[in-house]
């Protein structure tokens, strides 16, 4: 469809464009099933192109010290930075809180982010981070490895727009395929459960 260097004709550091900001520590002793704040863990970031939103925690009310990014926005990009390091996924829209060990990539102005979150949501970038936190028995990755991330870029947005475009439209397709599979799958279910009534 296209070659890497006819639209992506340079590099950019990630660092140039994009800002990894931290996350808060929460209190498990503030934990309550009723409350309206979910906490977003390094489980929820599963690379997928969302969140998995099946497993948190929640508070009823924000901590007074919280920061305006620990409130995360539906588009949002997060990276997982222990654990199974570099997944990155896409922040759904809800009541959602930045917890430990997950980053929140804060873009500069112009930044396109869906052309941001594919280049990051690739292979290589999974794979850099891994190299980057080998060696403990938990890897962890820094600020200083995520920012340092060398990325292919265009400096004609066209080029950044066709591609972020591109890929979006990959995604979707993959996501109708999925929820397709997961209906075929619970009518096999049935049908088998019915032959053994």
Not at 69 to 77: A, T, Y
Not at 147 to 168: C, D, F, G, R, T
Not at 173 to 191: A, C, D, G, S, V
Request: charged share 20%; glycine share 6%; with cysteine.
């Amino acid at each position: 469809m296209f070659a890497r260097k006819d639209l992506l004709e340079t590099t950019i550091c990630l660092s140039n464009i994009a800002t990894l900001k931290n996350d808060y520590a929460f209190q498990s002793g503030k934990y309550n099933a009723l409350g309206k704040w979910k906490i977003l863990t390094i489980t929820n970031v599963s690379g997928e192109r969302y969140i998995n939103d099946e497993d948190y925690n929640c508070i009823i009310n924000l901590p007074n010290d919280i920061q305006d990014h620990q409130v995360l926005k539906e588009g949002d990009i997060l990276i997982s930075l222990t654990g199974n390091v570099g997944r990155v996924s896409l922040c759904k829209d809800g009541d959602y809180l930045l917890n430990q060990r997950v980053g929140l990539l804060q873009l500069a102005k112009n930044v396109n982010q869906e052309f941001l979150y594919q280049i990051l949501s690739s292979q290589r970038f999974e794979n850099s981070m891994i190299a980057c936190g080998q060696g403990a028995a938990q890897m962890n990755i820094g600020k200083g490895d995520v920012e340092s991330y060398v990325l292919p870029y265009s400096s004609n947005v066209n080029n950044i727009l066709l591609v972020a475009k591109i890929l979006h439209s990959y995604d979707e397709y993959i996501i109708n395929e999925q929820r397709k599979l997961t209906l075929l799958t619970m009518q096999k279910q049935y049908f088998l459960a019915q032959m053994f009534i």
